[in-house]
């Protein structure tokens, strides 16, 4: 059984999947009742090629308007690459 799953099984709190960042991503890590994410490259900025959160709009996309979907971190300058 997945990590996830196996905690799920055992609360009813509210559970946040963190590190989001593809669609893929968000449809494992949003499986449930409720769906909440956070959308973060874990301080990717001192990653050589990680995706900016920035990017990671399709996250919204595969989730919907129902889900929570948070962001953290900042953003550092307005372009896209």
């Not at 999947?17 to 009742?33: N, P, S």
């Not at 990680?50 to 300058?77: K, N, Q």
Request: charged letters at 30%; proline letters at 2%.
């Amino acid at each position: 059984m997945d990590d996830l799953g196996w905690l799920r099984e055992r609360t009813d709190l509210p559970l946040l999947v963190k590190g989001i960042l593809t669609r893929e991503d968000a449809a494992a890590g949003a499986q449930g009742r409720r769906r909440r994410v956070i959308v973060s490259n874990h301080g990717g900025r001192q990653v050589d090629g990680s995706v900016p959160r920035s990017m990671a709009v399709e996250v919204r996309a595969e989730l919907g308007d129902d889900a929570t979907v948070l962001m953290d971190g900042g953003i550092r300058r307005g372009a896209m690459s």
